[in-house]
């Protein structure tokens, strides 16, 4: 698929969330973005200020380079600071910009930069943002992991239809250009719907998704279909506590028509687990968990791999340390 035609898909794609963007941005003033109005009304004059954010995490990943299952693998530490700014455009409107640097252990260190707008009304909602990466390690082409220039363009709507019911439309273009290897420059487009139950509150909202989505490589040995279900929780037992859980079941058919090809008539299934816990303590820390834990299998027997990844971190409110 050419970048044109890409891009021509991508601009259809958005088109109707752009319409309903517009309609969401003049709702009510809400809570912070994905969390429950309800829950944390108090403090909803307080995110109409300007808002400074620094965090700074400890990660490592546990079988970095996806070695099959039997083979030597070797795990990689890694260190990321990440600034965040937060400026209020409207009533809803939030504009928001992201500055992250990675330093990887024997590899190229690693920087990114995020830009988006989003809203959240009692009723609609909506978020899109454009992101550029340099560097960053691809899991999705070939079998090995490769650090690439990665470009996205994305966007979610999301409406309430009844108090307790939500449901939200994604849509995600992403393009990945590397250096080394020739043949893994690559596009994706997906698009995908969720469900989200909000009845009870900040204490438990469970939801469920699917997303669909094609990626096309200039290697056509490369080229797949993405399949993935998803069922989530969020949880906010206290103020100072914000928990999730998530499980994504993936599915990847491979199209290659020739025989020869290593691809021809591939399959893989890829389950994964995602657990997080925010901590507040007291104004300006706020210290963060991430745990992911995916298990590859595949009709190619050489992708047949375990790997997870830990991170420990914290996040400083730079304007509450000063006082802004």
């Known amino acids: 698929m050419t970048t044109r035609r890409s891009a021509q898909r991508l601009l259809a794609a958005l ?22 109005p309800r829950d944390r009304a108090p403090q909803a004059a307080q995110e109409r200020r300007f808002e400074y954010e620094v965090r700074l995490n400890a990660l490592r990943f546990l079988n970095f380079f996806q070695a099959p299952e039997g083979t030597p693998e070797e795990d990689v530490d890694a260190r990321a600071a990440e600034l965040r700014f937060r400026a209020p455009l409207g009533e809803t409107l939030q504009g928001y910009l992201h500055a992250d640097y990675t330093d990887y252990d024997d590899l190229e260190a690693s920087q990114g930069l995020t830009a988006g707008l989003r809203s959240e009304g009692e009723r609609q909602g909506f978020d899109f943002y454009a992101e550029a990466l340099r560097n960053r390690p691809s899991f999705d082409i070939g079998d090995r992991v490769e650090q690439a ?76 279909t993405q399949r993935d279900l998803f069922v989530k929780v969020r949880s906010a037992p206290t103020r100072a506590l914000y928990l999730t859980g998530r499980y994504r079941h993936r599915t990847r058919e491979y199209g290659v ?67 802004w």
């Not at 080394?180 to 690559?186: I, L, P, Q, S």
């Not at 009845?199 to 200039?218: I, K, M, N, T, W």
């Not at 657990?275 to 190619?300: M, P, Q, R, V």
């Open 15 to 36: 088109l109707p969330f752009a319409f309903a963007a517009a309609a969401a941005s003049a709702q009510e003033p809400s809570d912070r973005p994905r969390r429950d």
């Open 257 to 323: 028509e020739s025989p020869l090809a290593g691809n021809f008539e591939r399959d893989d299934t890829r389950q994964q687990l995602v657990l997080t816990a925010d901590l507040k303590t007291g104004e300006i820390l706020t210290w963060n968990l991430y745990w992911s834990y995916e298990d590859a299998d595949s009709t190619n027997p050489t992708r047949d791999f375990t790997a997870q990844l830990v991170a420990l971190g914290v996040s400083v409110g730079v304007g509450e340390l000063f006082g």
């Open 149 to 224: 220039d990665i470009g996205r363009l994305a966007g979610e709507y999301s409406y309430r239809f009844t108090a307790d019911w939500q449901v939200s439309g994604t849509v995600d273009f992403e393009q990945q250009r590397f250096d080394v290897t020739e043949g893994r420059d690559n596009e994706y487009l997906g698009a995908g719907a969720f469900l989200r139950y909000r009845g009870l509150g900040s204490a438990f909202s469970p939801e469920v998704g699917a997303v669909a989505g094609e990626r096309d490589a200039e290697d056509p040995n490369e080229d797949h």
